[in-house]
Protein backbone atom coordinates (compact mmCIF):
# COMPACT_ATOMS: atom_id res chain seq x y z
CA UNK A 1 0.00 0.00 0.00
CA UNK A 2 1.56 3.30 -1.09
CA UNK A 3 0.52 6.32 0.65
CA UNK A 4 1.50 10.04 -0.45
CA UNK A 5 3.09 11.42 2.44
CA UNK A 6 2.42 14.93 1.91
CA UNK A 7 -0.35 16.81 2.47
CA UNK A 8 0.58 19.19 -0.91
CA UNK A 9 0.87 15.86 -2.74
CA UNK A 10 -3.18 15.04 -2.09
CA UNK A 11 -5.62 15.68 -4.45
CA UNK A 12 -8.16 18.68 -4.46
CA UNK A 13 -10.11 18.84 -1.73
CA UNK A 14 -7.99 16.74 0.83
CA UNK A 15 -8.49 18.85 4.09
CA UNK A 16 -5.63 17.22 5.87
CA UNK A 17 -7.57 16.34 9.33
CA UNK A 18 -9.90 13.58 10.61
CA UNK A 19 -13.40 14.95 10.63
CA UNK A 20 -15.11 11.38 10.62
CA UNK A 21 -14.49 8.91 13.26
CA UNK A 22 -16.37 5.71 13.96
CA UNK A 23 -16.40 3.71 17.14
CA UNK A 24 -17.10 0.03 17.91
CA UNK A 25 -17.41 -0.12 22.08
CA UNK A 26 -18.01 3.13 22.94
CA UNK A 27 -20.05 1.83 26.06
CA UNK A 28 -17.12 -0.04 27.04
CA UNK A 29 -14.20 0.33 29.83
CA UNK A 30 -11.65 1.83 27.84
CA UNK A 31 -14.30 3.20 24.53
CA UNK A 32 -16.64 5.28 27.21
CA UNK A 33 -13.64 7.70 28.29
CA UNK A 34 -12.61 7.26 24.45
CA UNK A 35 -16.28 8.30 23.16
CA UNK A 36 -16.37 10.97 26.08
CA UNK A 37 -13.31 12.91 25.80
CA UNK A 38 -14.03 12.80 21.48
CA UNK A 39 -17.79 14.65 22.44
CA UNK A 40 -15.77 17.06 24.49
CA UNK A 41 -13.42 17.89 22.03
CA UNK A 42 -16.30 18.79 19.83
CA UNK A 43 -13.92 18.70 16.40
CA UNK A 44 -14.91 15.43 14.90
CA UNK A 45 -18.36 13.71 13.90
CA UNK A 46 -18.55 10.34 16.23
CA UNK A 47 -20.87 7.35 14.50
CA UNK A 48 -20.77 4.75 17.36
CA UNK A 49 -21.76 0.90 15.80
CA UNK A 50 -23.76 -0.98 17.77
CA UNK A 51 -25.55 -4.19 17.84
CA UNK A 52 -29.34 -3.63 16.57
CA UNK A 53 -30.39 -5.09 19.69
CA UNK A 54 -28.34 -3.09 22.27
CA UNK A 55 -29.98 -0.85 25.16
CA UNK A 56 -26.04 0.55 25.58
CA UNK A 57 -26.38 4.03 26.95
CA UNK A 58 -24.16 5.96 24.67
CA UNK A 59 -22.99 9.71 25.04
CA UNK A 60 -24.73 12.76 23.75
CA UNK A 61 -23.39 14.16 20.40
CA UNK A 62 -22.97 10.68 18.73
CA UNK A 63 -24.42 9.22 15.45
CA UNK A 64 -25.72 5.66 16.42
CA UNK A 65 -25.28 3.21 13.23
CA UNK A 66 -27.36 -0.34 14.21
CA UNK A 67 -25.81 -3.21 12.61
CA UNK A 68 -25.73 -6.67 12.19
CA UNK A 69 -22.48 -7.87 13.31
CA UNK A 70 -23.18 -11.20 11.04
CA UNK A 71 -24.04 -9.42 8.08
CA UNK A 72 -20.63 -7.84 6.92
CA UNK A 73 -22.61 -5.43 4.89
CA UNK A 74 -24.00 -4.32 7.56
CA UNK A 75 -20.81 -3.23 8.84
CA UNK A 76 -19.41 -1.93 5.62
CA UNK A 77 -22.28 0.55 4.87
CA UNK A 78 -22.22 1.82 8.52
CA UNK A 79 -18.10 2.54 7.83
CA UNK A 80 -18.18 3.82 4.27
CA UNK A 81 -17.33 7.57 4.21
CA UNK A 82 -15.03 7.09 7.89
CA UNK A 83 -11.77 8.22 8.14
CA UNK A 84 -10.93 6.34 11.91
CA UNK A 85 -11.90 3.80 13.12
CA UNK A 86 -11.46 2.84 16.99
CA UNK A 87 -11.92 -0.83 17.90
CA UNK A 88 -12.58 -0.92 21.60
CA UNK A 89 -14.24 -4.52 22.31
CA UNK A 90 -14.90 -6.34 25.52
CA UNK A 91 -12.18 -9.61 25.50
CA UNK A 92 -15.71 -11.58 26.04
CA UNK A 93 -17.04 -11.08 22.27
CA UNK A 94 -16.49 -14.11 20.42
CA UNK A 95 -13.24 -15.03 18.80
CA UNK A 96 -12.25 -13.11 15.39
CA UNK A 97 -15.18 -10.55 15.82
CA UNK A 98 -12.17 -8.07 15.41
CA UNK A 99 -11.09 -9.37 12.46
CA UNK A 100 -14.54 -9.50 10.60
CA UNK A 101 -15.23 -5.40 11.73
CA UNK A 102 -11.54 -4.84 10.19
CA UNK A 103 -12.20 -6.84 6.89
CA UNK A 104 -15.44 -4.58 6.91
CA UNK A 105 -13.19 -1.42 7.31
CA UNK A 106 -10.89 -2.68 4.50
CA UNK A 107 -14.05 -3.11 2.05
CA UNK A 108 -15.71 0.53 3.36
CA UNK A 109 -12.20 1.96 2.33
CA UNK A 110 -11.30 3.44 6.03
CA UNK A 111 -7.64 4.85 6.05
CA UNK A 112 -7.07 4.34 9.69
CA UNK A 113 -8.17 1.66 12.32
CA UNK A 114 -6.90 1.53 15.82
CA UNK A 115 -7.27 -1.97 16.72
CA UNK A 116 -7.81 -3.64 20.23
CA UNK A 117 -4.85 -3.57 21.36
CA UNK A 118 -4.47 -1.28 24.17
CA UNK A 119 -2.36 -1.94 27.09
CA UNK A 120 0.48 -4.13 26.29
CA UNK A 121 3.55 -2.66 24.86
CA UNK A 122 3.53 -4.12 21.54
CA UNK A 123 7.34 -4.27 20.65
CA UNK A 124 7.54 -6.69 23.46
CA UNK A 125 7.36 -10.08 22.27
CA UNK A 126 8.04 -12.06 25.41
CA UNK A 127 5.77 -9.87 27.61
CA UNK A 128 3.00 -10.59 24.67
CA UNK A 129 3.40 -13.86 25.22
CA UNK A 130 3.56 -14.54 29.23
CA UNK A 131 -0.11 -12.40 29.31
CA UNK A 132 -1.56 -13.72 26.99
CA UNK A 133 -2.28 -10.75 25.31
CA UNK A 134 0.29 -10.55 22.52
CA UNK A 135 -1.85 -13.48 20.30
CA UNK A 136 -4.88 -10.87 20.47
CA UNK A 137 -2.91 -7.83 19.41
CA UNK A 138 -0.98 -9.21 16.69
CA UNK A 139 -3.93 -10.76 15.00
CA UNK A 140 -5.63 -7.52 15.14
CA UNK A 141 -2.68 -5.78 13.44
CA UNK A 142 -2.50 -8.22 10.76
CA UNK A 143 -5.92 -7.99 10.16
CA UNK A 144 -5.45 -4.44 9.39
CA UNK A 145 -2.05 -5.13 7.28
CA UNK A 146 -4.08 -8.18 5.17
CA UNK A 147 -6.69 -5.89 4.35
CA UNK A 148 -4.09 -3.73 2.31
CA UNK A 149 -6.00 -0.46 2.74
CA UNK A 150 -6.14 0.61 6.02
CA UNK A 151 -3.19 1.86 8.14
CA UNK A 152 -3.07 1.11 12.02
CA UNK A 153 -2.08 2.81 15.52
CA UNK A 154 -1.91 0.79 18.63
CA UNK A 155 -2.49 2.92 21.98
CA UNK A 156 0.46 0.69 23.74
CA UNK A 157 -0.63 2.94 27.12
CA UNK A 158 0.16 0.02 30.12
CA UNK A 159 -2.58 -1.72 32.71
CA UNK A 160 -5.75 0.72 33.85
CA UNK A 161 -5.04 1.95 36.50
CA UNK A 162 -8.35 2.39 37.73
CA UNK A 163 -9.68 -0.60 36.80
CA UNK A 164 -6.60 -2.39 38.16
CA UNK A 165 -6.75 -0.61 42.02
CA UNK A 166 -10.48 -1.31 41.93
CA UNK A 167 -10.61 -5.05 40.54
CA UNK A 168 -9.21 -6.52 44.05
CA UNK A 169 -6.07 -8.91 45.13
CA UNK A 170 -5.96 -10.54 42.00
CA UNK A 171 -4.79 -7.28 40.02
CA UNK A 172 -3.00 -4.59 41.60
CA UNK A 173 -2.94 -6.94 44.87
CA UNK A 174 -5.35 -4.74 47.49
CA UNK A 175 -8.30 -6.44 48.85
CA UNK A 176 -10.03 -3.54 50.30
CA UNK A 177 -12.86 -5.19 51.89
CA UNK A 178 -10.17 -7.63 53.99
CA UNK A 179 -7.21 -5.15 54.14
CA UNK A 180 -5.04 -7.34 52.63
CA UNK A 181 -2.30 -7.02 50.50
CA UNK A 182 -0.72 -9.14 47.82
CA UNK A 183 2.81 -7.96 46.55
CA UNK A 184 4.88 -9.44 44.12
CA UNK A 185 8.47 -9.86 45.28
CA UNK A 186 8.72 -6.68 47.52
CA UNK A 187 6.80 -4.83 45.82
CA UNK A 188 8.83 -2.42 44.03
CA UNK A 189 9.21 -2.98 40.46
CA UNK A 190 8.22 -0.46 38.37
CA UNK A 191 5.49 -0.62 35.77
CA UNK A 192 3.50 1.74 33.43
CA UNK A 193 -0.25 1.97 33.95
CA UNK A 194 -2.51 4.62 32.44
CA UNK A 195 -5.97 6.11 33.78
CA UNK A 196 -9.15 5.83 31.59
CA UNK A 197 -9.52 9.86 31.29
CA UNK A 198 -5.31 10.02 29.99
CA UNK A 199 -6.31 7.09 27.90
CA UNK A 200 -9.18 9.13 26.43
CA UNK A 201 -7.53 12.54 26.18
CA UNK A 202 -4.23 10.82 24.23
CA UNK A 203 -7.02 9.39 21.53
CA UNK A 204 -8.99 13.12 21.34
CA UNK A 205 -5.12 14.78 20.80
CA UNK A 206 -3.94 12.90 18.71
CA UNK A 207 -7.46 12.93 16.28
CA UNK A 208 -6.71 16.66 16.68
CA UNK A 209 -3.70 16.51 14.66
CA UNK A 210 -3.56 17.04 11.15
CA UNK A 211 -3.40 13.99 9.12
CA UNK A 212 0.08 14.64 7.20
CA UNK A 213 2.68 16.77 6.72
CA UNK A 214 2.32 19.78 4.82
CA UNK A 215 5.43 18.87 3.07
CA UNK A 216 9.06 17.80 3.38
CA UNK A 217 9.84 20.89 5.60
CA UNK A 218 7.23 20.47 7.91
CA UNK A 219 8.22 18.88 11.06
CA UNK A 220 5.03 19.86 13.37
CA UNK A 221 3.37 16.42 15.06
CA UNK A 222 0.73 14.24 12.50
CA UNK A 223 -1.00 11.71 12.69
CA UNK A 224 1.02 10.13 9.80
CA UNK A 225 3.94 9.73 12.21
CA UNK A 226 2.07 6.63 14.06
CA UNK A 227 1.45 5.28 11.15
CA UNK A 228 1.42 1.34 11.57
CA UNK A 229 3.31 2.04 15.26
CA UNK A 230 2.29 2.50 18.45
CA UNK A 231 1.31 5.33 20.27
CA UNK A 232 3.02 5.37 23.57
CA UNK A 233 1.46 7.01 26.73
CA UNK A 234 1.20 6.89 30.67
CA UNK A 235 -0.15 8.53 33.42
CA UNK A 236 2.05 7.33 35.92
CA UNK A 237 5.47 4.75 36.54
CA UNK A 238 4.96 3.12 39.78
CA UNK A 239 5.46 0.35 42.39
CA UNK A 240 2.72 -1.77 43.86
CA UNK A 241 3.95 -0.08 47.44
CA UNK A 242 3.47 3.72 45.72
CA UNK A 243 -0.14 2.31 45.03
CA UNK A 244 -0.29 1.43 48.69
CA UNK A 245 1.27 4.46 50.13
CA UNK A 246 -1.40 6.53 47.61
CA UNK A 247 -4.22 4.16 48.94
CA UNK A 248 -3.21 4.95 52.44
CA UNK A 249 -2.72 8.60 52.03
CA UNK A 250 -6.43 9.09 50.74
CA UNK A 251 -7.76 6.69 53.34
CA UNK A 252 -6.08 8.07 56.19
CA UNK A 253 -4.14 4.23 56.89
CA UNK A 254 -0.75 3.46 57.37
CA UNK A 255 0.80 -0.14 56.75
CA UNK A 256 0.04 -1.06 60.23
CA UNK A 257 -3.64 -1.38 59.19
CA UNK A 258 -3.05 -3.93 56.58
CA UNK A 259 -2.02 -7.48 56.49
CA UNK A 260 0.72 -7.27 53.85
CA UNK A 261 1.67 -10.48 52.24
CA UNK A 262 4.26 -10.93 49.64
CA UNK A 263 5.14 -13.77 47.03
CA UNK A 264 7.71 -14.46 44.07
CA UNK A 265 6.51 -12.86 41.16
CA UNK A 266 7.21 -15.93 39.44
CA UNK A 267 5.24 -18.44 41.69
CA UNK A 268 2.59 -16.45 41.61
CA UNK A 269 2.26 -16.34 37.95
CA UNK A 270 2.58 -20.31 37.80
CA UNK A 271 -0.41 -20.39 40.24
CA UNK A 272 -2.17 -17.94 37.89
CA UNK A 273 -1.80 -20.19 34.89
CA UNK A 274 -2.59 -23.49 37.37
CA UNK A 275 -5.89 -21.98 37.87
CA UNK A 276 -6.57 -20.88 34.80
CA UNK A 277 -6.23 -24.16 33.74
CA UNK A 278 -8.92 -25.56 35.87
CA UNK A 279 -11.34 -23.36 33.28
CA UNK A 280 -11.11 -20.10 36.33
CA UNK A 281 -10.99 -17.17 34.48
CA UNK A 282 -9.17 -15.32 37.68
CA UNK A 283 -6.27 -17.22 36.86
CA UNK A 284 -5.92 -14.99 33.45
CA UNK A 285 -6.19 -12.22 35.71
CA UNK A 286 -3.45 -13.46 38.29
CA UNK A 287 -1.09 -14.70 35.85
CA UNK A 288 -0.88 -11.31 33.95
CA UNK A 289 -0.19 -8.83 36.83
CA UNK A 290 2.26 -11.38 38.34
CA UNK A 291 3.53 -11.22 34.89
CA UNK A 292 3.71 -7.35 34.69
CA UNK A 293 5.53 -7.62 38.04
CA UNK A 294 8.01 -9.35 37.21
CA UNK A 295 11.86 -7.69 37.84
CA UNK A 296 12.60 -6.22 34.71
CA UNK A 297 9.97 -7.91 33.37
CA UNK A 298 9.22 -4.92 30.62
CA UNK A 299 5.65 -3.51 31.95
CA UNK A 300 8.16 -0.76 32.51
CA UNK A 301 8.10 0.45 28.89
CA UNK A 302 9.15 4.18 29.83
CA UNK A 303 12.35 2.89 30.66
CA UNK A 304 13.16 1.88 27.01
CA UNK A 305 11.39 4.17 24.84
CA UNK A 306 9.96 7.68 24.70
CA UNK A 307 6.33 8.60 25.76
CA UNK A 308 4.33 10.41 23.44
CA UNK A 309 2.68 12.15 26.42
CA UNK A 310 4.80 15.66 25.72
CA UNK A 311 3.59 15.66 22.40
CA UNK A 312 0.18 15.43 22.54
CA UNK A 313 -0.08 17.80 25.47
CA UNK A 314 -1.20 15.48 27.75
CA UNK A 315 -1.64 16.49 31.60
CA UNK A 316 0.63 15.55 34.76
CA UNK A 317 -1.96 13.64 36.55
CA UNK A 318 -2.17 13.42 40.56
CA UNK A 319 -1.76 9.81 41.75
CA UNK A 320 -3.56 10.12 44.63
CA UNK A 321 -6.61 11.83 42.78
CA UNK A 322 -6.75 8.84 40.34
CA UNK A 323 -6.49 7.04 43.69
CA UNK A 324 -9.66 8.68 44.90
CA UNK A 325 -11.31 7.68 41.54
CA UNK A 326 -10.56 4.36 41.86
CA UNK A 327 -11.77 4.04 45.64
CA UNK A 328 -14.86 5.19 44.79
CA UNK A 329 -15.60 2.65 42.22
CA UNK A 330 -15.23 0.20 45.13
CA UNK A 331 -17.38 2.38 47.27
CA UNK A 332 -19.88 2.69 45.42
CA UNK A 333 -20.10 -1.08 44.95
CA UNK A 334 -18.50 -1.80 41.51
CA UNK A 335 -18.26 -5.41 40.95
CA UNK A 336 -14.83 -6.44 41.63
CA UNK A 337 -14.36 -9.63 39.47
CA UNK A 338 -17.63 -9.22 37.01
CA UNK A 339 -17.24 -11.63 33.87
CA UNK A 340 -14.44 -13.39 35.54
CA UNK A 341 -16.45 -15.58 38.29
CA UNK A 342 -19.35 -15.79 36.08
CA UNK A 343 -18.74 -19.79 36.11
CA UNK A 344 -16.71 -20.20 39.38
CA UNK A 345 -16.83 -19.71 42.82
CA UNK A 346 -14.56 -16.28 44.70
CA UNK A 347 -11.43 -18.02 45.71
CA UNK A 348 -8.98 -16.59 48.43
CA UNK A 349 -5.90 -15.60 45.85
CA UNK A 350 -3.81 -16.13 48.77
CA UNK A 351 -1.94 -19.47 49.99
Not at 29 to 34: D, E, M, Q, Y
Not at 52 to 70: C, F, H, I, M, W
Not at 190 to 195: P, V
Not at 278 to 289: E, I, K, V, W
Amino acid sequence: MSTPMYAKDQPAGFTNRIERVAIVGAGGKIGKPITDALVAEGKHTITVLTREDSETQLPRGVKVARVNYEKEESVISALRGQQFLLIAMATTAPPGSQEKIIAAAAKAGVPWVMPNAYGSDIYNESLGKDTMMGPGIKSGIKAVEDGGVSSWIALTCGVWFEFSLAMGPWWFGIDFANKRIEQCDNGNTLINTSTWEQCGRAIASLLSLKELPEDEEDTSPSISQWRNRALTISSFQISQRDILDSVNRVKGLTNADWQIQQEPSHVRYQRGLNLLKTGNRLGFALALYARIFYPNGGANFEATQALDNKILGLPKEDLDEATRRAIGMVDAGFNPLGDYTADHPIESSSN
